[in-house]
Protein backbone atom coordinates (compact mmCIF):
# COMPACT_ATOMS: atom_id res chain seq x y z
CA UNK A 1 0.00 0.00 0.00
CA UNK A 2 1.28 3.48 -0.64
CA UNK A 3 2.16 5.41 1.74
CA UNK A 4 2.22 9.40 1.59
CA UNK A 5 4.38 11.28 3.73
CA UNK A 6 3.77 15.70 3.61
CA UNK A 7 6.25 17.67 4.70
CA UNK A 8 6.73 20.11 6.76
CA UNK A 9 4.62 19.17 9.28
CA UNK A 10 3.96 23.14 9.65
CA UNK A 11 4.74 26.39 7.84
CA UNK A 12 4.98 29.43 9.45
CA UNK A 13 4.79 32.16 6.81
CA UNK A 14 3.30 35.53 6.32
CA UNK A 15 1.34 37.19 3.63
CA UNK A 16 2.89 37.57 0.22
CA UNK A 17 5.74 34.57 0.99
CA UNK A 18 5.80 31.89 -0.88
CA UNK A 19 5.09 28.52 0.22
CA UNK A 20 6.57 25.19 -0.86
CA UNK A 21 5.02 21.94 0.13
CA UNK A 22 6.31 18.31 -0.09
CA UNK A 23 4.84 15.07 -0.67
CA UNK A 24 6.42 12.11 -0.64
CA UNK A 25 5.34 8.66 -1.89
CA UNK A 26 6.71 5.48 -0.54
CA UNK A 27 6.74 3.85 -4.15
CA UNK A 28 6.04 5.07 -8.02
CA UNK A 29 2.66 7.10 -8.41
CA UNK A 30 1.04 7.94 -12.13
CA UNK A 31 1.36 11.93 -11.93
CA UNK A 32 -1.98 11.37 -13.45
CA UNK A 33 -3.32 10.84 -9.69
CA UNK A 34 -1.51 13.07 -7.51
CA UNK A 35 -4.04 15.63 -6.13
CA UNK A 36 -3.99 18.57 -3.62
CA UNK A 37 -6.46 19.85 -1.27
CA UNK A 38 -7.31 22.68 0.85
CA UNK A 39 -9.02 22.55 4.03
CA UNK A 40 -9.90 25.54 6.37
CA UNK A 41 -11.41 24.89 9.61
CA UNK A 42 -14.54 23.82 9.94
CA UNK A 43 -14.75 23.54 6.16
CA UNK A 44 -15.22 20.32 3.99
CA UNK A 45 -11.84 20.15 1.90
CA UNK A 46 -11.65 21.55 -1.09
CA UNK A 47 -9.69 20.17 -4.64
CA UNK A 48 -6.57 22.49 -5.69
CA UNK A 49 -4.47 20.54 -7.76
CA UNK A 50 -5.02 17.24 -9.85
CA UNK A 51 -2.85 15.40 -12.36
CA UNK A 52 0.08 16.56 -10.37
CA UNK A 53 -0.24 19.93 -11.99
CA UNK A 54 -3.54 20.95 -13.44
CA UNK A 55 -5.84 23.39 -11.38
CA UNK A 56 -9.45 23.09 -10.49
CA UNK A 57 -11.71 24.81 -11.38
CA UNK A 58 -11.58 28.33 -9.97
CA UNK A 59 -8.48 27.62 -8.32
CA UNK A 60 -6.50 31.09 -8.91
CA UNK A 61 -2.71 30.58 -10.39
CA UNK A 62 -0.85 31.52 -7.70
CA UNK A 63 -1.42 27.82 -6.90
CA UNK A 64 0.78 25.55 -8.56
CA UNK A 65 1.89 22.21 -8.40
CA UNK A 66 4.40 20.26 -10.00
CA UNK A 67 6.65 16.97 -9.55
CA UNK A 68 6.74 12.94 -10.79
CA UNK A 69 7.78 9.70 -9.62
CA UNK A 70 7.69 9.55 -6.08
CA UNK A 71 8.49 13.26 -4.85
CA UNK A 72 5.39 16.20 -5.26
CA UNK A 73 5.29 20.08 -4.56
CA UNK A 74 2.86 22.30 -4.18
CA UNK A 75 3.69 25.78 -4.43
CA UNK A 76 1.85 29.35 -3.50
CA UNK A 77 3.61 31.79 -4.93
CA UNK A 78 2.23 34.59 -2.52
CA UNK A 79 0.25 33.55 0.20
CA UNK A 80 -2.97 35.79 0.78
CA UNK A 81 -4.54 35.51 3.83
CA UNK A 82 -6.73 33.30 2.77
CA UNK A 83 -4.38 30.41 1.71
CA UNK A 84 -3.93 29.85 5.64
CA UNK A 85 -4.74 26.28 5.75
CA UNK A 86 -3.91 22.95 6.00
CA UNK A 87 -3.19 21.15 2.36
CA UNK A 88 -3.43 17.69 1.92
CA UNK A 89 -1.87 15.70 -1.03
CA UNK A 90 -3.74 12.20 -2.41
CA UNK A 91 -2.55 9.59 -4.55
CA UNK A 92 -6.60 8.51 -6.02
CA UNK A 93 -5.32 5.83 -8.79
CA UNK A 94 -6.18 2.14 -7.45
CA UNK A 95 -5.66 3.50 -3.44
CA UNK A 96 -7.50 6.63 -2.17
CA UNK A 97 -4.54 7.50 0.44
CA UNK A 98 -4.19 10.97 1.78
CA UNK A 99 -1.06 12.27 3.19
CA UNK A 100 -1.00 13.50 6.75
CA UNK A 101 -1.65 17.50 5.99
CA UNK A 102 0.46 20.31 6.42
CA UNK A 103 -0.56 23.28 8.20
CA UNK A 104 0.59 26.67 7.03
CA UNK A 105 -0.08 29.13 9.75
CA UNK A 106 0.71 32.96 9.73
CA UNK A 107 3.83 33.69 11.41
CA UNK B 1 -24.40 24.19 -8.50
CA UNK B 2 -23.13 21.16 -7.29
CA UNK B 3 -24.50 20.36 -3.69
CA UNK B 4 -23.94 17.46 -1.59
CA UNK B 5 -25.57 17.39 1.90
CA UNK B 6 -24.94 14.68 4.41
CA UNK B 7 -27.83 14.14 7.26
CA UNK B 8 -28.05 11.36 10.11
CA UNK B 9 -24.92 12.25 12.13
CA UNK B 10 -25.34 12.32 15.93
CA UNK B 11 -24.53 10.21 19.57
CA UNK B 12 -24.28 6.60 19.77
CA UNK B 13 -23.14 4.02 22.10
CA UNK B 14 -19.84 1.90 21.33
CA UNK B 15 -21.91 -1.33 19.80
CA UNK B 16 -24.33 0.71 18.17
CA UNK B 17 -25.62 1.70 14.75
CA UNK B 18 -25.95 4.70 12.48
CA UNK B 19 -26.85 5.20 9.00
CA UNK B 20 -25.63 8.64 6.77
CA UNK B 21 -27.18 9.63 4.25
CA UNK B 22 -25.97 11.88 1.33
CA UNK B 23 -28.33 13.75 -0.94
CA UNK B 24 -27.09 15.19 -4.23
CA UNK B 25 -28.06 18.15 -6.65
CA UNK B 26 -26.82 19.51 -9.52
CA UNK B 27 -25.07 17.17 -11.10
CA UNK B 28 -26.30 13.67 -12.69
CA UNK B 29 -25.86 11.36 -9.52
CA UNK B 30 -26.43 8.20 -11.33
CA UNK B 31 -22.62 8.53 -13.60
CA UNK B 32 -20.62 8.98 -11.03
CA UNK B 33 -18.78 7.41 -8.22
CA UNK B 34 -19.18 8.43 -4.70
CA UNK B 35 -16.89 7.91 -1.84
CA UNK B 36 -17.30 8.49 2.36
CA UNK B 37 -14.12 10.23 3.57
CA UNK B 38 -14.32 10.75 7.62
CA UNK B 39 -11.77 12.90 9.64
CA UNK B 40 -11.09 12.29 13.52
CA UNK B 41 -11.02 15.85 15.44
CA UNK B 42 -7.91 17.20 15.05
CA UNK B 43 -6.87 14.79 12.75
CA UNK B 44 -6.35 14.05 8.62
CA UNK B 45 -8.17 12.87 5.98
CA UNK B 46 -9.00 8.64 6.23
CA UNK B 47 -10.44 7.50 3.20
CA UNK B 48 -13.72 5.11 4.38
CA UNK B 49 -15.36 3.66 1.43
CA UNK B 50 -16.05 3.77 -2.14
CA UNK B 51 -19.28 2.77 -4.43
CA UNK B 52 -19.13 2.74 -8.53
CA UNK B 53 -21.70 4.90 -10.37
CA UNK B 54 -24.13 2.16 -10.93
CA UNK B 55 -23.67 0.32 -6.86
CA UNK B 56 -22.24 -2.58 -8.71
CA UNK B 57 -18.77 -2.21 -6.82
CA UNK B 58 -18.06 -1.25 -3.61
CA UNK B 59 -14.57 -0.40 -1.95
CA UNK B 60 -14.16 -0.46 2.04
CA UNK B 61 -10.93 0.50 3.94
CA UNK B 62 -9.63 -2.68 6.38
CA UNK B 63 -10.69 -0.45 9.47
CA UNK B 64 -14.73 -0.78 8.75
CA UNK B 65 -14.60 -3.68 6.71
CA UNK B 66 -17.27 -6.49 7.55
CA UNK B 67 -19.11 -3.06 9.97
CA UNK B 68 -20.20 -0.20 7.28
CA UNK B 69 -22.00 -0.97 4.06
CA UNK B 70 -22.16 1.90 1.36
CA UNK B 71 -25.04 2.42 -0.97
CA UNK B 72 -27.10 4.42 -3.32
CA UNK B 73 -30.38 4.93 -5.05
CA UNK B 74 -29.86 6.86 -8.25
CA UNK B 75 -33.36 7.17 -8.41
CA UNK B 76 -33.29 9.35 -5.63
CA UNK B 77 -29.86 10.95 -5.85
CA UNK B 78 -28.72 10.16 -2.41
CA UNK B 79 -25.62 7.93 -1.17
CA UNK B 80 -26.05 6.16 2.34
CA UNK B 81 -23.41 4.16 4.86
CA UNK B 82 -25.06 1.92 7.16
CA UNK B 83 -22.28 1.84 10.26
CA UNK B 84 -22.67 -1.24 12.29
CA UNK B 85 -20.52 -1.91 15.79
CA UNK B 86 -18.77 1.33 16.44
CA UNK B 87 -16.27 1.95 18.00
CA UNK B 88 -14.86 4.89 19.76
CA UNK B 89 -12.63 5.54 17.15
CA UNK B 90 -14.89 5.88 14.66
CA UNK B 91 -15.82 9.50 16.10
CA UNK B 92 -15.34 11.50 13.01
CA UNK B 93 -17.23 13.98 11.14
CA UNK B 94 -18.13 11.97 7.70
CA UNK B 95 -18.02 13.92 4.19
CA UNK B 96 -19.56 12.15 1.23
CA UNK B 97 -17.20 13.05 -1.91
CA UNK B 98 -18.13 12.73 -5.46
CA UNK B 99 -15.23 11.49 -7.99
CA UNK B 100 -14.81 12.81 -11.31
CA UNK B 101 -14.46 9.24 -12.70
CA UNK B 102 -13.70 6.04 -11.18
CA UNK B 103 -10.02 6.97 -10.63
CA UNK B 104 -10.57 10.48 -10.25
CA UNK B 105 -9.91 12.64 -7.56
CA UNK B 106 -12.47 14.14 -5.42
CA UNK B 107 -14.04 17.03 -6.74
CA UNK B 108 -17.07 18.01 -4.53
CA UNK B 109 -17.16 17.36 -1.07
CA UNK B 110 -20.35 17.96 1.60
CA UNK B 111 -20.18 19.87 4.59
CA UNK B 112 -19.86 16.36 6.88
CA UNK B 113 -22.00 15.05 9.66
CA UNK B 114 -20.25 14.20 12.87
CA UNK B 115 -20.74 11.04 14.60
CA UNK B 116 -19.96 10.86 18.15
CA UNK B 117 -19.15 7.41 19.40
CA UNK B 118 -19.38 7.47 23.18
CA UNK B 119 -20.81 6.04 25.80
Given at each position: ???????P???????G?????????????R????A?Y??K????P????YGAS?RA????DR???????T???????RLE??D?A????Q???N???F???T???I? | ???L???GG?L?????S?????????FTF??????W???A????L??????????S?T????????????SR??S???L???????R???????????R???MG??D????????????
Amino acid sequence: EIVLTQSPGTLSLSPGERATLSCRASQYVRSGYLAWYQQKPGQAPRLLIYGASSRATGIPDRFSGSGSGTDFTLAISRLEPEDFAVYYCQYHYNSRAFGQGTKVEIK
Amino acid sequence: EVQLLESGGGLVQPGGSLRLSCAASGFTFRNYPMSWVRQAPGKGLEWVTAISEDASSTFHADSVKGRFTISRDNSKNTLYLQMSSLRVDDTAVYFCAKRDSSMGPFDQWGQGALVTVSS
